[in-house]
């Protein structure tokens, strides 16, 4: 099975971008505790974090053609303002799920409200690194289930 984990933007930063609402965590030491579970399951994982909303969504257009089962995503500033990345998601039809760091409710207002989150399969938020991993295995579980 082939899963896609996407990441918006400044989530390259993790680790030295306020610690206080993402943790100390890198995006790299996230990758690697994914990629150990992906491993342990016979799955293979595929990375792409980008700063820019269009290259966001060619990724999420090209795993139409690439045969994944589904897609981890932290949309970051996106999930609060993007419409094509919703269309994007919608047109591939790829089962979702919508991760956060902080717990986004907890947050401004303006972070209250998701284009996304209306058609994730579910969505993790408030858990720091962990979303990441507990995303993970809601994905797996209710795709294995659908199987
Ligand atoms: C975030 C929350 C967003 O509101 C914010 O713009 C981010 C990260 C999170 O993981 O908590 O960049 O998606």
Same mark, same amino acid.
């Given at each position: 099975?082939?899963?896609?984990?996407?990441?918006?933007?400044?989530?390259?930063?993790?680790?030295?971008r306020?610690?206080?609402?993402?943790?100390?965590?890198t995006?790299? +030491? %996230?990758?690697? *505790?994914?990629?150990?579970? /992906?491993? @342990?399951?016979?799955?293979?994982?595929? #990375?792409f974090?980008?700063?820019h909303?269009?290259?966001?969504?060619?990724?999420?257009?090209?795993?139409?053609?690439?045969?994944?089962?589904?897609?981890?995503i932290?949309?970051?500033?996106?999930?609060?303002? +993007? %419409?094509?990345? *919703?269309?994007?998601?919608? /047109?591939? @039809?790829?089962?979702?799920?919508?991760? #956060?760091?902080?717990?986004?409710?907890?947050?401004?207002?303006?972070?209250?409200?998701?284009?996304?989150?209306?058609q994730?399969?579910?969505?993790i938020a408030?858990?720091g690194?962990?979303?990441?991993?507990?995303?993970?295995?809601?994905?797996i579980?209710n795709?294995?289930?659908?199987?």
């Amino acid at each position: 099975m082939n899963i896609l984990v996407l990441h918006g933007p400044n989530l390259n930063m993790l680790g030295q971008r306020e610690p206080g609402h993402y943790g100390v965590a890198t995006l790299k +030491s %996230i990758t690697a *505790r994914l990629e150990a579970m /992906a491993a @342990a399951d016979d799955i293979r994982l595929q #990375h792409f974090q980008s700063n820019h909303e269009g290259a966001l969504i060619d990724r999420v257009q090209q795993a139409a053609s690439e045969d994944v089962a589904g897609i981890i995503i932290n949309p970051a500033a996106y999930t609060h303002t +993007s %419409i094509a990345l *919703r269309d994007a998601l919608l /047109a591939v @039809a790829i089962p979702f799920v919508e991760v #956060h760091l902080s717990n986004i409710h907890k947050r401004e207002a303006f972070r209250h409200r998701s284009m996304l989150a209306d058609q994730a399969m579910g969505v993790i938020a408030g858990f720091g690194e962990h979303s990441y991993y507990l995303a993970y295995q809601g994905l797996i579980a209710n795709l294995r289930q659908d199987a």
